[in-house]
């Protein structure tokens, strides 16, 4: 794990509490491989049950698909431009997705993927979020609406899209490394 | 609390998973009226706890002064617009730290504020991981530790200025209403 | 009057001509304090008299509501930065709005405010006026008229924007520090 | 002078206070031809006189020559894309430098014009102060000082960009044409 | 030859290729004066061949009229603020439309221009493409077919403003000067 | 090669002239596949042409090692959002560099890659170029040649930024769509 960022060093697993320690193990007994994200936060314990505790509140119980919260990390992590996080999503995106495609399209630029029209409006308005927070008002969550997406789904749509702008800044800030096998995976 | 924000309805109290309603008792109890973003988070229970345990640890467990951690929220929230948390947060940082007009000027411009060093690197390095996430690196951080923080100290930094990253974003879309009282807590 | 700027000293009343003194002891007199920005500009005595007559012309014949020139100020100071002219500012919108939020919700981001349609796009204009000045066009007046400004008062919207945007420039050069009464006033 | 400006309507100069056309009487006499944004500002009698009494006072009281405050012009009024203000302080840059290329320079990008130190630093500042009004600080006014200007220098570099960035948006917004002879007069 | 660029020396055009003496030679005929561009590209003769090949077959070989081929460079080159590239084609603007005063509006801003509404939205979209070249989609193609441009005239407008972004940046990165006949030519 | 763009038709291969569809044929017997940027530009072969044959003096003269070029290519991709060339070129990169990650590195963001500090000022100089093009002067070759680089290397750097700043424009506004085969290819 000495490997998963650049800025902090990542501390020994026998010495983390065991309940980080617990959720480390098993992220690499369900991945092969101890997801770098997981090394890094275990730097500061309090705010690795945090940060992946809200990561699972936004994927347990959700309005939106798995495939389409994918989608909107991929997409907002490339506006950020945040390596970690397009790379380890990307291959996420490319398994939930089960499109080889799609998440080198999104982490270029999600106006050159093919996407139906919800997609694209969902998409549009997790960029103007990301790089205008103080730009967005009720006309954007009536966009969502208009293309089907529900209260809920939009308060979901925003939570991905703001929880992304999180992590983004934590990976970029402590130069976290994706692992090598999140490059190839699922292509 | 029905008007705690403008997009989405306000759950009754009285229909929230236990651990909710207390949570927003305490906080009534301690402030003598309820902030609203404790009743707009109430729209997602599993994000309401999520959210606000990782307030928790960025305030609980820190190397960094209560005041400067307000200082960051004020100074961050003055950068992306938000109306909720430079108001409420503004309060909090006029208590914190005794003095009645530093938030004011941190919400309008950290440049124009009565700052030593540190504070004022520190300041400048949140609001370029704020508005230019993808161009921070190593420099940064030793700037950081030129002034004499810590290793532990500039995550902290990163930390609390990545979530609110997120809640300046979940505040602007969901449009949240600092309560009255927030305006003139403190002067 | 010495603590009016941080980058220029400020002249000693005495020294001044009789007219910029007459001008500073009238407004003393009525605000009950002087407020900075008149200490500042005296210390260049000619531009003092062309700063003033051009704010006294914006407010005195005018084709705008008082509250709506001070809407206007409170808004394009937020989106310059501007720490005196937010704080100074706010203080008389809070008064002649006779509303303690506006202000706030203004300097912060005039999307999050409590306006009707005109207000809104007239303070959507002067946005745009500020921060792209080269993008307004003739649609810019048009939907000014289309919610119901005339001519003229389109042209002092524009003025007014303007001349903020000059007033903006010269406090954060100067480093204008707003009095502490205007922290206060009108809440 | 009805083709000074697109968007408002032009007075007739006999239906003008006395003042005013005597202004633009003696401006036409000494031009002429009556240069189109006396012209347009006496759509609004009130501020065509503050707004010329301001120019007077910075051409006529000032630590700079008469071709640093045309250099300034120039070049702030093509960062904010202003027509009217690049063609008619082309012209008079060309005659104050006595410099038939300086203009173009300016107006397309100071950093391509061939300048001392002490007029890149400048301008320098003269764009920062335009573009980001809410960066600059006393690091700014230091380089200023470092170049040999005095303060009341750095005052009047201040605002002749300030009160430019007012005219640019007033030109911008009013559409003011600048006259023919403008296009050519000094090259 | 030898002041044709700022950063990088001109070669002897005794010592270039034949063909690329061949064609310097010509251009000298044609104009009365060498362009500086051609005496600039033939420090990479190899970049000179290609350089200027691709500019022919953009005026040769066209859906569109030469005068719109040079609104469309003046205006990018404005947007790229290119001293060498407002100057030079401003010149073949005014001969080319015969307009003595087109090449100023489009250099400071299209939107000041006198432009029929086809005129208008290609230039909005070059200058789309020049500024925010990942935003275009097929929206942008759409509004030049509905103002009457066909699909081969949408390619070349599109290809006239990418081969400019091109131009400009070389010019301004190799300081290329426009030489003092440009300043004056068809005025 | 029907696929090859989204908004404009692909001519068939068998009506195009010699010269092109020779072009065409060796790049498909060469890679086992036609690069679809030869599909897309035979839509206009006199382009064709000129594209290609400065591609070719970009490769095949030049003071820059291939992997180097490659890098820029990426990296100015990235920066302008264009997912043809981000995904044709990160092929290229793998195999030139021998390195399976360095293209995702840059296409995300170039300081997140492993690179030695000449390789780091180069691409900071190419983003400058690309997101800031009249920003750029003479310090920036300066920087280039402090690192070690050659005057030539420094045209070259800047040619190669400019050419991609064409194509780039070109791909994403035809919606020109990388070949499968790229996504994978040295991976």
Redesign the interface.
């Known amino acids: 794990m000495s490997d998963a960022m650049?800025?902090?060093?990542v501390p020994d697993i026998e010495e983390l509490p065991d309940d980080v320690r617990a959720r480390i193990e098993a992220e690499t007994e369900d991945a092969g491989f101890t997801p770098n994200v997981f090394a890094a936060f275990a730097?500061?314990p309090?705010?690795f049950?945090?940060?992946f505790?809200?990561h699972?509140?936004?994927v347990?119980?959700t309005a939106l698909e798995r495939e389409e919260i994918e989608m909107l990390i991929v997409t907002v992590s490339?506006v950020?431009?945040?390596?970690?996080c397009?790379?380890a999503h990307g291959a996420l995106l490319r398994i939930y997705a089960d499109d080889?495609?799609l998440a080198?399209?999104l982490?270029?630029?999600h106006?050159?993927?093919d996407l139906a029209e919800p997609h694209r409006t969902m998409l549009d308005v997790a960029v103007k979020?990301?790089d205008s927070?103080?730009?967005?008002?009720?006309e954007?969550?009536e966009r969502l609406r208009e293309v089907g997406f529900s209260?809920?789904a939009a308060?979901?749509i925003?939570?991905v899209?703001?929880?992304y702008?999180?992590?983004?800044?934590?990976a970029?800030?402590?130069?976290m490394r994706p692992n090598?096998e999140f490059?190839?995976l699922g292509?």
Chains 1, 2, 3, 4, 5, 6 share one sequence.
């Open positions: 650049g800025e902090f060093p730097y500061r309090s705010h049950r945090a940060f505790a809200y699972d509140a936004l347990e119980q490339g950020n431009d945040c390596y970690y397009t790379v080889p495609y080198d399209q982490a270029a630029n106006r050159a993927a979020l990301t927070p103080g730009e967005v008002d009720s954007d969550i209260d809920e308060w979901d925003a939570s899209t703001a929880y702008n999180l992590s983004n800044r934590m970029n800030f402590a130069d090598e490059h190839t292509r």
